[in-house]
């Protein structure tokens, strides 16, 4: 593991696509998702449905699986019932559970193909937002010391470590001050293992918490192990110019996996679906066009969506 991993795939091919949303295709697999632990319930309940997942999306073309890990903190479980001991083998089996499905994938390809496709994965990191299951994500209304940021976040990226992830995803980040705690943690304490910073913004080219975007992007410049930045789990008609803002200020791979088009209202926890939505096939190139390189879904995305991504994308 390096900090070089997503620059050496990106020089053999121009992008690489992410996959696309867990809870939504556990749903469908009949596993309920509404509770504070939201899909990582299903790490307890239901691990085969997580591999499941992650199949269909290697097979969708996925090059990067995210671990069933966002929500997954070990005060959540403990919350939940679990014991200590439980709470970390569930966010450890997070890993083995994307890597059994990318080691039974690979295992269909021609041993030429498999050598040259990037099959990663990634360790989700939410925000503590994440863990309140209040919307906090989408609002930033929390505060906690760098100190606390760290702490909460420390054991989590220790499992996962332990596990065997390729690198982090610290997506749906709502506030500048969590995200420096976490490149402070990386840098200090998880120097083998890159990191993409995945920013959750408003509608304006701004985090939730009110940076600019530009100012936010342009601080982690420092940190060569943050390989990649970008923004997620935002409307896809946002996502060209917000690349093109990101561009405009770092040299970094640009990350985007945006929502399908519908829109999310925290407070009820529920979708309204956009008619007028545009299609992943028209909106990837534009996308590309404007900077980004690595390029997937977020909520309610479908692996016929990431298909559609793969084979939009400009190789």
């Not at 299903?42 to 929500?71: C, K, M, W």
């Not at 039974?104 to 099959?119: G, I």
């Amino acid at each position: 593991m390096n900090n070089d991993l997503l620059k050496n795939w990106l020089e053999k091919q121009a992008s690489l696509v992410l996959d696309g949303a867990m809870a939504t295709e556990l749903e469908k697999r009949g596993v309920d998702t509404d509770n504070d632990l939201w899909s990582a319930m299903a790490l307890v309940h239901s691990p085969e449905s997580i591999v499941d997942v992650h199949r269909s999306y290697f097979e969708a073309g996925a090059n990067i699986a995210i671990t069933d890990s966002y929500q997954a903190n070990v005060p959540a479980f403990l919350k939940a019932g679990l014991t200590a001991e439980q709470s970390g083998k569930m966010i450890f089996d997070s890993v083995k559970l994307a890597q059994k499905a990318r080691d039974a994938y690979a295992e269909t390809l021609e041993d030429s193909v498999r050598q040259a496709t990037p099959l990663l994965i990634a360790g989700s990191i939410g925000p503590y937002g994440a863990y309140l299951a209040d919307g906090s994500e989408y609002t930033g209304d929390y505060d906690l010391s760098a100190d606390e940021y760290k702490s909460f976040h420390r054991a989590r990226m220790q499992l996962l470590e332990e596990a065997g992830i390729d690198l982090f995803a610290f997506e749906t980040q709502p506030k500048f001050e969590e995200t420096k705690a976490l490149a402070n943690l990386l840098s200090s304490e998880f120097a083998g293992i890159p990191a993409w910073l995945s920013f959750s913004v408003s509608d304006k080219a701004e985090l939730c918490d009110g940076t600019p975007l530009t100012e936010a992007v342009d601080y982690f410049n420092q940190y060569a192990n943050i390989v990649a930045v970008g923004v997620n789990c935002t409307s896809m008609d946002n996502i060209e110019g917000l690349v093109k803002v990101i561009n405009s200020v770092t040299d970094k791979p640009i990350v985007v996996y945006p929502n399908n088009g519908d829109t999310y209202d925290p407070k009820s926890k529920t979708w309204q679906t956009n008619p007028h939505a545009k299609s992943f096939s028209e909106l990837v190139p534009k996308w590309q066009a404007a900077g980004a390189s690595m390029i997937g879904g977020c909520c309610r995305t479908t692996p016929d969506d990431i298909r559609e991504v793969a084979a939009a994308i400009k190789k």
